[in-house]
């Protein structure tokens, strides 16, 4: 019988859940209007940032968020970007990964004095809502190299006409215009936020983002899954924030930093050749030449300038190895620049390499160079100051007269010396050649 209660308490306690309400009718996150009509009570707004120039990593990030959006059956996906533009690969994958996904995207230029240039405006017009903050400014598409190869004026052309007929089916998908689009990307065009509304580049123009998000709420846009209407109302804002490994990799990927990073592996690996056996230069070095290589795979490379940096470093090993007088480590010097300038494959100066890290990074490898290569070249010429050659002109006192042979104390010790002519007890001497254990001395001058 005890059994029997047990379970029929347990039973009774169960009940609630058996038959409880679907979700969406839940009074904490719907409610159900006079016509019978169940609505949300609140909106779920996924937010992402976009800061600085587009890479490898910003793609897999806008990807991934994406894929978030979507598995959590969210309202929206903001994106605020404020972006110089970035390289081919890397944008044409944000942009499929928007145009197919089944929630809405909005791009927003933000926050104030943003710019969403070159790569930006390819994303801006792939969002099923574009918008802009007070201001901002949009434009300047022009194409940027990602092969790390020569374009020719024909091929050029050919890249150029698929980014223009690109941007037309998305302002054709999106209801943007057409026309400026192709000015962007031909002419390399930018127009501010105010103008951009006026020409129907952007739907919206917002203060900032609870002022967007109060604007699209309705808003109709055609996703993946077809139309949608967009709901925005009493938004829960959830951040899409890089982890740890995004921002390393974020960081590692700029142009500057792979070039720092490949400088100092080169240079550490110098010092390591110059004293073997030290440890710390080579590990240190071997682990940023490992990661400049990581990040040159994502960065269009113009090998050209990357070979001239690697002949630079050995021009540098040389000037520790050979008395060159400087000369070597010159043209070390004039290879990192040359090569530093060339190293990124692209026209765009906001995404080459800066000139000021180049001639810093230059001048202090050849600070580094130098000083080694003056240390190397005192070793090879200066007096031995260990072992027998060591005793080579120190001075020291006769023990035991020198007539042929006898003894002589010298550097703490006794030592068997002859001599040229015999040397009394006493008298000071000079060490003047040390043959296996024994020294030949004169009287001191």
């Known amino acids: 019988m005890r059994k029997i209660s047990i379970s029929i308490i347990l039973l009774s306690l169960l009940m609630p859940f058996c038959f409880a309400e679907p979700d969406s009718a839940d009074s904490d996150t719907a409610v159900t209007l006079e016509n019978g009509e169940v609505e949300k009570a609140f909106s779920v707004v996924y937010h992402m940032v976009i800061d ?9 990030r806008v990807i991934d968020a994406v894929k978030t959006v979507e598995a959590e059956h969210a309202d929206l996906l903001l994106i605020t970007m404020d972006t110089p533009g970035g390289f081919n690969d890397s944008f044409w994958d944000i942009t499929k990964a928007i145009m197919n996904s089944t929630v809405p995207v909005a791009v927003y230029v933000y926050p104030v004095g943003a710019k969403a240039a070159s790569a930006g405006v390819y994303i801006a017009y792939s969002a099923h809502i574009a918008a802009m903050a007070p201001s901002t400014n949009i434009g300047a598409a022009h194409v940027v190299s990602g092969s790390g190869e020569p374009i020719d004026s024909v091929l050029m052309e050919k890249i150029m006409n698929d980014a223009v ?3 037309k089916a998305m302002a054709d998908r999106n209801g943007r215009n057409p026309e400026w689009a192709e000015d962007a990307a031909r002419k390399s065009v930018s127009i501010t936020d105010k103008e951009a509304l006026e020409l129907g580049v ?12 109060e604007q699209i709420d309705g808003f109709e846009v055609k996703t993946a899954l077809g139309k949608k209407i967009i709901s925005t109302k009493n938004p829960i804002t959830i951040p899409i924030k890089k982890t740890f490994i995004q921002s390393f990799l974020d960081i590692i990927t700029s142009p500057n930093i792979a070039f720092i990073l ?13 004293n073997p056996g030290s ?18 795979r994502t960065l269009p490379i113009n090998y050209a300038g990357l070979l001239l940096i690697i002949f630079a470093i050995i021009l540098f090993i ?14 070390g010097v004039v290879s990192v620049i040359i090569g530093g300038m060339m190293l990124i494959d692209t026209v765009d100066p906001s995404l080459q390499v800066s000139k000021s890290v180049i001639f810093t990074i230059a001048l202090l490898l050849a600070g580094f160079i130098v000083l080694a290569g003056t240390l190397a070249y005192k070793a ?22 020198i007539d042929g042979a006898g003894y002589v104390y010298v550097a703490g010790e006794l030592w068997e010396a002859t001599a040229e002519n015999p040397i009394e ?8 050649e040390v043959d296996k254990m024994k020294i030949k001395v004169k009287p001191k001058a």
């Not at 203060?207 to 967007?212: F, H, P, Q, S």
């Not at 040389?318 to 043209?331: D, F, Q």
């Not at 050659?389 to 020291?396: A, F, K, P, Q, S």
């Open 202 to 213: 952007i739907n919206f123009w917002a203060e900032d983002i609870d002022d967007l998000l």
């Open 262 to 274: 490949f400088s100092l592996g080169g240079l550490g690996l110098v010092l390591e050749l110059y």
């Open 318 to 331: 040389l000037e520790v190895k050979i008395a060159s007088h400087g000369l070597l480590a010159i043209g």
């Open 165 to 167: 007929a690109s941007l």
């Open 380 to 401: 090879r010429v200066s007096k031995p100051t260990t072992g027998v050659e060591g005793l080579v002109g120190e001075t020291g006192t006769v023990k035991e007269k």
């Open 279 to 296: 440890i710390l230069p080579g590990v240190v070095g071997g682990i940023c030449i490992i990661l400049a290589f990581y990040s040159f």
């Open 52 to 60: 600085g120039a587009i890479g490898t990593v910003t793609a897999d």
């Open 425 to 432: 007890v006493g008298v000071e001497v000079t060490v003047v």
